[in-house]
């Protein structure tokens, strides 16, 4: 009988909603998470620290691990102290980095994850992937997906606006990495996943296209399914091609030619994917996704996030070089220096200041 279907990795439970994390508990035990109650939680010292006072009495076999950063140094420490411990599952709990440590250390110890997210700056909460700071700058680490997703919105309202803003950028620009996944496999033959850039595409889509700001609900819980959903794409697909493309070379470059200036990932990326729309010729959706991103507070012209135009060239130009292998519509047009001054400067005229 030939095969009709296949199986995706994805989490078990997927909770996005005002009031979430305080059905945790229930969550993990009804979900046959952990029968016994035997949790390792990883914590920042901030955000996840107070939180803890929240949620510790509703769980009182958990034991707590405070992570200083998101180094792979603090991973694998936090996988080795929580080896001896004969849990059911670990906890993330917190930003990206401490949930980047716990998918490490979880995968390293051959426990499932539970991710509970603090904030949305990004769509790594439900990637098979962590990225950690290392000694050469930053890695990506392959990991199995979370089995858990929570998301509480009231606590998504109580961060710091500029992390929801951050997840706009990075869920946008969805767009144009598959619009460069399509390009690859036009010009090179690059397979696509069309479940995976479908769910990514749309993802991206529901973000830019819906009317609400970062003070609503119903935008925040758009925005939260639109990164969960994102980074079950890059499971479907096996790789970040589903919301990696010329965006995300930009943003590598940003970060590693400028690291002590660089913005947040998703400013950056967002910037990158509306220049990057320019490029391939989209100049309406390029246009439209700069208006987007300015209603919401985002940056789409380097100096709003404190870079020069010579700088922005200069990042642009050195972008596929983070990314050796992936064809993007920066490797098709291959532009000099002089070139993309050219077009920049058109960009800047097309989107207005």
């Known amino acids: 009988m030939p095969v009709l279907t296949r199986l995706i990795p994805s989490p078990v439970v997927v909770d996005i909603r005002p009031g979430a994390l305080d059905d945790l508990a229930c969550v993990l035990a009804d979900e046959r998470i952990s029968q016994s109650g035997k949790l390792a939680i990883a914590v920042s010292g901030g955000s996840g620290a107070r939180l803890r006072e929240r949620i510790a009495p509703s769980l009182p076999g958990a034991t707590w691990y405070e992570v200083d950063g998101g180094t792979i140094d603090d991973a694998v420490r936090l996988a080795s102290d929580i080896k ?61 997906n979370p089995i858990a997703v929570v998301i509480d919105l009231n606590v998504i309202r109580e961060a710091p606006v500029r992390f929801v803003r951050s997840g706009i950028g990075d869920a946008v620009s969805n767009i144009s990495a598959v619009a460069d996944w399509e390009l690859s496999n036009r010009v090179n033959g690059e397979k ?47 790789d970040s091609r589903p919301s990696s493309g010329a965006c995300h070379e930009i943003n590598h470059a940003f970060d590693l030619l400028y690291p002590k200036r660089a913005a947040a990932h998703g400013e950056q990326c967002g910037l990158g994917a509306a220049f990057a729309m320019y490029l391939r010729g989209a100049h309406e959706q390029s246009a439209y996704m700069a208006e987007v991103l300015r209603r919401h507070g985002l940056p789409v012209l380097p100096d709003e996030i404190g870079f020069t135009t010579e700088e922005f060239v200069k990042v642009v130009e050195f972008a596929p070089q983070t990314r050796p292998g992936r064809y993007t519509i920066l490797e098709h047009l291959d532009l000099k220096t002089e070139q993309i001054k050219d077009i920049y400067a058109d960009y800047v005229k097309a989107i207005g200041s």
């Open 84 to 144: 001896a411990g004969h849990y059911d599952a670990v906890v993330g709990l917190g930003g990206g980095k401490i949930i980047d440590c716990a998918k490490f250390a979880a995968a390293r110890v051959g426990l499932p994850l539970v991710a509970v997210a603090t904030n949305l700056a990004h769509d790594g909460l439900c990637s098979p992937v962590a990225t950690l700071d290392n000694d050469a700058g930053r890695g990506s680490y392959g990991v199995p």
């Open 192 to 238: 696509i996943d069309g479940l995976a850039a479908a769910m990514a595409r749309q993802a991206g889509e529901a973000v830019l296209r819906h009317p609400g700001g970062v003070g609503d609900d119903g935008f925040l819980q758009v925005l939260a399914e639109a990164l969960v959903l994102t980074g079950i794409a890059m499971s479907v697909s096996g």
